[in-house]
């Protein structure tokens, strides 16, 4: 029972340089998420994404952009890396039923840029 | 609109002294409230929750009782171990939409010494 994997686990990029990070989970949610964690300032939503072919900016998009590619995955992609996008990616599907939400996350993403 | 606001740490302990990490939240409706952890290296686990006024969620020794009149979902626990140490996230999501978002707090450092 995988839950949310996310890919890679680690990354380097140089300044400039393009990544797209990965996401699928395996619980046939609806909602997926892409969260950033910085110290300090605890998790701050990106982009979601509430059913497959939809995506929505989250509090902090800029320099980012999202794929829905299926009811399953969610990938994020930096098309020009700045140092300031430093920080551990986080994604996340959630379940909603009967007025109650649970959400699951991935092992995260620690993105260094350089 | 919906936004929590959790104490500041970072939180140290010493084994079996009494934690308390206070959390408030905003709402523009009726809230589930959520605890989260995140251990050294790992992403974020659920740890409690309660989905209305009254409502104690617990697990693992931790509390917590949803608070409508303070608006609080404050996070006991009557005896830490080392292995408690890890970094915990108050979150709330709106019960009235079906997107099942999170809205979290900054997060809270909880280290406790042998």
């Known amino acids: 029972n995988a839950g949310v994997t996310q890919t890679p686990k680690f990354q380097v990029l140089k300044t400039g340089q393009s990544m797209t990070l990965q996401c699928a989970q395996d619980m046939n949610h609806n909602s997926m998420y892409w969260y950033r964690q910085d110290p300090g300032m605890g998790l701050r939503l990106i982009y979601y994404s509430a059913s497959e072919g939809t995506t929505d900016k989250g509090e902090v998009p800029n320099g980012y952009n999202v794929s829905r590619l299926n009811k399953r995955e969610f990938s994020l992609r930096l098309e020009s890396a700045a140092p300031s996008q430093t920080s551990v990616y986080f994604c996340?599907?959630?379940?909603?039923?009967?007025?109650?939400?649970?959400?699951?996350f991935g092992q995260g993403t620690r993105l260094t840029v350089v | 609109g919906n936004s929590v606001t959790q104490m500041e740490g970072p939180v140290t302990l010493s084994e079996e002294a009494f934690l308390t990490i206070n959390c408030t939240y905003t709402?523009?409706?009726?809230?589930?409230l959520f605890w989260y952890v995140q251990y050294p290296g790992e992403g974020l686990q659920l740890l409690l929750k309660a989905t209305k006024a009254d409502d104690k969620g617990s697990n693992k020794g931790f509390e917590a009782t949803y608070r409508k009149e303070t608006t609080s979902f404050h996070l006991e626990k009557g005896s830490v171990q080392v292995s408690d140490s890890a970094v915990y996230f108050c979150a709330l999501a709106d019960r009235g939409s079906t997107l099942g978002r999170l809205y979290f707090g900054r997060g809270t450092q909880l280290t406790v010494w042998p």
């Open positions: 709402a523009t409706g009726y809230p589930s």
């Open positions: 996340a599907s959630s379940t909603f039923s009967k007025g109650d939400t649970e959400a699951f």
